[in-house]
């Protein structure tokens, strides 16, 4: 039963009596009210699926559409800003059976504003809204000076507000610091104009907008701004207005719509942030609890609202005393009504007696952007040694550690960069990057961290002439293109290129205010450098810095350009070429950046790669404006300078392929033989780190003279066949070179021992990896689905079989990253042909079939194991349900499973379509390796227009699985199997051993 549905019957009269069901709340972003009809009920108005904020650029079309359950005979208003919306040319409003859809064409500044609708039918009524966000990508973000972390803080943020028609509006924030300017408030973009019922109260630390008698017109989004001598801060709210014959306010209960995670983990003097989104009104009294008592009084602990929805409460420097249960609890001043959800923290000492001491080399520097800019924060750190720190970044609400579709986390030696593809709400306030050091089995420390502050404007502020001009050109995300796109579009991607100023932090006052005399300077350097021509150019003088990195998302490429001189362009071209290769790698990817050469220029171009100790190596020289990077590592910043040249022989042409091999990138050379047990404690030093065991062994985390680490697999051989098997892991891993799978550096034996030295994965097993990740989508699933499938293809293009591919086998490289690779090659098999190879080993409900019913095993046994992998990464479920292993096995063997469960609702055809050709009965008919690579889902992600919900269901269904299965699939395994196979395929087993050789 829904929210909505338990709320109508709590209002329900039986012959007379009013009947109350406590503790009720309401259903997501809508509120459903009902007529008594004594004890006749009609079914009452439901919205299942809820509008989303939209964000949009001028020209594009915005689509608000929402899915409702009830009696089809409805009405259904529309309302911009508590004014109703009647269709028009660029207006259509569609109604069918269960969807109420509003769609704007070509959307205009006008526009801006909160959107919302209300349906009504004879026994009930139901409204939702979103906000409709003009974004304004040409608008550059303005980078200000860095600051003290208070000092843009903003203890009162504005919070949401609902009231009926007439009612007084309010809405108050308040600042840590004095305000040097005045406060500017606006709506929908707008500058609020007092009058005699709107007026504001302003004072050094605080504003009040007080607006008497509401309006339905005074609905929308209202922002503050306020300008310190530190930089720009802001706050944003939305107000909602009723009509007294739309009743939606009547004993309406705030409600929890995304709750606190059950627990959390901190050391003693860390930071916590606990974040749940809330749908609030006037009448909602919120308080922080610990362990049932108001933390009101406790000065460590600050609650704060991130954007009117999500509310935070931050405790500072956590200690032993600490641990404890949190609650957040709503509570309606009118009705009395509660809603409560809970956290439960635990506080460890840390597990690092003597951490290093890291200094910041650059601090975050605070911006100011608006809705859809494209930004980047950027700092460093004095970092001896990079090797195992990785950065957690806070922005909002938002918890980042690695790229997904609205963050691209990017390392640059020993800085860090975030880059946000489009600013959106949630965004706003206080943006933090923390320093960790990484400890064996996923713990970490705290070593440093830097804050900054993202106010988020109107367009109008950031055109203001008195702050636009400490602008500055933005890196980038680049999606690759074709050749033919550089040549068709070159003269038009260039022509709007203007000089360009690049102010930097320099050139700043600690007041955030240019220094004119610097700038001065710089463009008097600029006109003696030259008129603007490339001719002009002196030769060995950079013309050009180029930030480049890969992503691990197919087809992106984060770039970040400055112009140096008074070279013309400052834009560089991305595209990618995809060619085959004899060597190891099946694929080998050249990537190009092609810059724009005006006519008759006649330069040619030294190329220069940053290297890590400070300075440049020249690699080579191009006579084209172009030069290509051969495989470039993935997530790693490479930084290269382009200093011109004269031409020494103008009918000659040279170009530049660069093959960087960057530590971590590079394969080892592995040993050609395996070595005696007494050389592994001279190569290799023990650590008290325990990575994972079983009945296998254990493996253990080892570090080599140079203090690299590595994981340690340890065999149990004290049988001839054990023996056998270990040696048939180690002939298999030591032929693989794949950068998604796992390296074998080394291999040790002895009488009942036998040790595999391999890489050290320290990101985790993928399936966490999705547990924690809060603002994943379906369209980041793809690049972990495609890199598994890449792995598969170069196994089986070797003829080699994993046959036990499951979540704990799919490890994450850093917490940073988004790379995985696949481990554990014990079960592995080279499919020979001419031979008939059976297996009775490994891990129920990811098996294939014909491994359950004894038949022959093929490449395509992994593909099915594929298919459950995906299936469970999109729903948190395992496809192949039962109350018992008997009953699961069953469907196994008739390939029997659905899409039924609820976290399908947000996944699209196309990934459904991908499972489906995996999860097929007959193996030859399953979609191979190199198949899936081509699948339109792995190509191109979701349609567009696809739902791209956060997943939530799923994750739940994940952490549920993980905790009840995990420890079952060690112990079950290849006696569950056996069991199945001796139970059903008996007979088939000895006919077929009869009748075929058989490994």
């Not at 064409?105 to 801006?112: G, I, K, M, Q």
């Not at 930071?271 to 000065?299: M, Q």
């Not at 986390?409 to 923390?434: Q, S, T, Y």
């Not at 450098?529 to 030769?539: K, Q, R, Y």
Request: hydrophobic share 35%.
């Amino acid at each position: 039963m829904s929210p909505g549905t338990d709320f109508l019957l709590s209002r329900l009269q039986y012959k007379g009596v009013f009947v109350s069901l406590p503790n009720l709340k309401m259903a997501t972003t809508n509120c459903v009210l009902s007529k008594d009809k004594g004890v006749n009920l009609v079914m009452p108005l439901e919205i299942d699926e809820p509008f989303e904020d939209i964000i949009v650029y001028e020209g594009a079309t915005a689509v608000f559409e929402c899915k409702v359950i009830g009696h089809p005979q409805t009405t259904s208003i529309w309302y911009k800003n508590g004014e109703e919306i009647h269709p028009s040319e660029r207006i259509k409003i569609i109604n069918d059976r269960k969807w109420r859809r509003l769609e704007i064409d070509e959307v205009v500044p006008e526009d801006h504003g909160l959107y919302s609708i209300v349906l009504k039918n004879m026994s009930s009524m139901t409204y939702s809204y979103a906000k409709l966000l003009i974004g304004k990508n040409t608008c550059k973000a303005i980078y200000t000076y860095p600051c003290p972390r208070w000092a843009l803080s903003v203890p009162k943020q504005l919070n949401n507000v609902t009231v009926k028609l007439g009612e007084r509006i309010e809405l108050e924030v308040k600042f840590e610091t004095e305000c040097l300017l005045d406060y500017i408030w606006f709506k929908n973009d707008r500058i609020v104009t007092e009058n005699e019922r709107i007026m504001t109260l302003n004072n050094r630390y605080s504003s009040v907008l007080s607006i008497h008698c509401g309006k339905l017109s005074d609905s929308g989004i209202y922002t503050v701004v306020s300008r310190t001598k530190y930089g720009i801060t802001s706050s944003t709210a939305e107000v909602h207005v009723f009509d007294d014959n739309i009743k939606v306010l009547d004993n309406v209960n705030a409600y929890i719509e995304e709750a606190l995670p059950d627990d959390m983990e901190a050391n003693i003097d860390e930071e916590i942030r606990l974040v749940c989104k809330v749908r609030n009104n006037i009448n909602t009294i919120i308080k922080w609890l610990k362990n049932g008592v108001d933390i009101a009084e406790d000065k460590r602990m600050i609650p704060e609202i991130y954007d009117g929805d999500y509310f935070g409460l931050r405790i500072f420097n956590v200690q032993k005393t600490d641990s404890s249960e949190y609650s957040v609890v709503l509570e309606n001043k009118i009705t009395g009504h509660t809603d409560i959800s809970s956290c439960f923290l635990t506080v460890y000492p840390s597990p690092m007696k003597n951490p290093p001491i890291v200094l910041l080399k650059k601090p975050l520097v605070s911006t100011v952007a608006c809705y859809g800019s494209t930004i980047t924060f950027d700092c460093g750190f004095e970092i001896k040694d990079p090797r195992y720190y990785y950065v957690v970044w806070h922005i909002g609400h938002f918890r980042i550690e690695r790229s997904n579709t609205r963050f691209n986390v990017v390392r640059k030696d020993k800085d860090f960069l975030l880059h946000i593809n489009k600013v959106e709400p949630g965004m706003a306030g206080e943006v933090m990057c923390e320093l960790r050091r990484a400890l064996p089995n996923r713990k970490s420390i705290l070593i440093n961290k830097t804050t900054a502050n993202l106010a988020i404007v109107p367009a109008s502020v950031l055109k203001h002439e008195s702050i636009a001009s400490i602008n500055r050109k933005e890196p980038k995300i680049q999606r690759v293109s074709s050749k033919a796109d550089i040549e068709n579009g070159a003269s038009q991607m260039f022509s709007n290129e203007n000089s360009m100023s690049i102010i930097y932090l320099a050139d700043l006052t600690p007041e955030g205010v240019i220094n004119q005399s610097a700038i001065g300077h710089k463009e008097k350097q600029i006109i003696m450098n030259g008129n603007g021509n490339c001719e002009t150019c002196f030769i060995n003088q950079v013309a050009l810095e180029i930030n480049y990195c890969r992503l691990e998302e197919k087809n992106f490429h984060y770039l970040d350009v400055i112009k140096r001189a008074d070279f013309m362009s400052s834009q560089v071209h991305v595209y990618e070429i995809e060619e085959s290769s004899q060597e190891e790698f099946e694929q080998s990817k050249t990537i190009v950046l092609e810059w724009y050469d005006p006519p008759n220029t006649h330069m040619w171009y030294v190329i220069d790669l940053h290297q890590p100790d400070g300075g440049y190596t020249e690699v080579g020289v191009s006579s084209s404006p172009k030069f290509q990077i051969r495989d470039p590592p993935v997530d790693k910043m490479m930084e290269f300078r382009i200093r011109t040249l004269k031409p020494v022989d103008e009918t000659s042409e040279y170009s530049i392929c660069i093959t960087p091999l960057p530590s971590g990138e590079a394969f080892v050379t592995k040993s050609s033989y395996v070595k005696e047990m007494e050389e592994f404690d001279s190569l290799f030093t023990r650590t008290s780190a325990l990575i994972g065991c079983g009945a296998f062994g254990s493996v253990a985390l080892v570090m080599d003279k140079q203090g690299d680490y590595y994981a340690a697999k340890t065999l149990k051989t004290r049988t001839q066949k054990k023996r056998d098997t270990a040696q048939r892991e180690y002939e298999i891993m030591k032929e693989l070179k794949h950068p998604k799978l796992v390296q074998l550096i080394d291999a040790f034996v002895a009488k009942d021992t036998f040790i595999l030295v391999m890489d050290y994965l320290w990101g985790g097993e993928l399936f966490d990896r999705i547990v924690e990740e809060e603002h994943i989508k379906e369209v980041d699933v793809v690049p972990y689905v495609r890199q598994i499938c890449e792995a598969l293809d170069y196994l089986h293009s070797h003829k080699i079989a994993h046959l036990d591919l499951k979540p704990e086998n799919i490890i994450c490289l850093s917490p940073n990253s988004r790379q995985v690779k696949i481990i554990d090659f014990g079960l592995a098999r080279v499919l020979e042909e001419g031979h008939i190879t059976r297996a009775i080993y490994g891990t129920r409900d990811y098996v294939a079939p014909e491994v359950l019913n004894f038949e022959r095993l093929t490449l395509a046994c992994d593909m099915w194991s594929l298919g459950v992998v995906t299936y469970m990464l999109l729903s948190g479920v395992i496809p192949f349900a039962g109350d018992s292993w008997p009953e699961r096995s069953a469907n196994i063997t008739m390939a029997n499973y659905n899409y039924d469960e609820t976290a399908f609702m947000e996944i699209s055809d196309l990934a459904k379509d991908f499972v489906d050709h995996l999860l097929i009965l007959i193996a030859e008919e399953r979609m191979s390796a190199a198949a899936a690579l081509k699948h339109p889902w792995i190509l191109e992600g979701p349609p567009k227009g696809a739902k791209a919900g956060h997943m939530k269901k799923t994750r739940e269904n994940l952490k549920s699985y993980l905790a009840n299965y995990r420890a079952r699939w060690q112990r079950a395994g290849n006696v569950m199997i056996a069991a199945h196979r001796l139970r059903t395929q008996a007979s088939n087993r000895n006919s077929a051993e009869r009748a075929s050789p058989v490994t």
